[in-house]
T-cell receptor, first 111, second 113 residues
């Protein structure tokens, strides 16, 4: 499975868009990109996932580059409650299983 | 609909003691997982169960055993606890083991003295 690289921390002003990058240069054609977040000491929470196309849901948008070697999670209007550790993960989509959570990006949303 | 529940929330053990962490889900999911998270680290997969009646090792299975009791319940057992097993343990479930999203429980904070 592909490994991912994320910046260790980022800041964002409340109300602004938070753009969290992730590199996954060794991603395979059948590997999905998933994003989760972990607020304080709670269990991780699913945010969004995608394979090739950009995706949007009520929480966030996911932009995947055409070569699929990187992606960006966008929180359009960050709030203080979005302060959390964000994990970018790639998973095999056709059976077999191995989810690897790296250290993630610690996002600080400031008032 | 409680989602994924874990018991206990906190536990302190002495080295060599045994205990079982319980996990249950009420979403009728086929797949269940156990992770551990050490301070400042990401989650590491211990064991998973793709479906009722099957279990497989994850990244860090040594020192643990699991039981998929039925479709709802997946337990994690420490036979002889060691200080290196001090961690936060998360259980998760998903509809399928392939591409589906995982839903996590609140975690069990275990300290081994």
């Amino acid at each position: 499975d592909a490994k991912t690289t994320q910046p260790p921390s980022m800041d964002c002003a409340e109300g602004r868009a938070a753009n969290l990058p992730c590199n996954h240069s060794t991603i395979s054609g059948n590997e999905y990109v998933y994003w989760y977040r972990q607020i304080h000491s709670q269990g991780p929470q699913y945010i969004i996932h995608g394979l090739k196309n950009n995706e949007t849901n009520e929480m966030a948008s996911l932009i995947i580059t055409e070569d699929r070697k990187s992606s960006t999670l966008i929180l359009p209007h960050a709030t203080l409650r979005d302060t959390a550790v964000y994990y970018c993960i790639v998973r095999v989509g056709n059976g077999g299983f191995k989810t690897i959570f790296g250290a993630g990006t610690r996002l600080f949303v400031k008032a | 609909n409680a989602g994924v529940t874990q018991t206990p929330k906190f536990q302190v053990l002495k080295t060599g003691q045994s205990m079982t962490l319980q996990c249950a889900q009420d979403m009728n999911h086929n797949s269940m997982y156990w992770y551990r998270q050490d301070p400042g680290m990401g989650l590491r997969l211990i064991y998973y169960s793709a479906s009722e009646g099957t279990t497989d090792k994850g990244e860090v299975p040594n020192g643990y055993n699991v039981s998929r009791l039925n479709k709802r319940e997946f337990s994690l057992r420490l036979e002889s606890a060691a200080p290196s097993q001090t961690s936060v343990y998360f259980c998760a479930s998903s509809e399928l083991v392939s591409t589906d999203t995982q839903y996590f429980g609140p975690g069990t904070r275990l300290t081994v003295l």
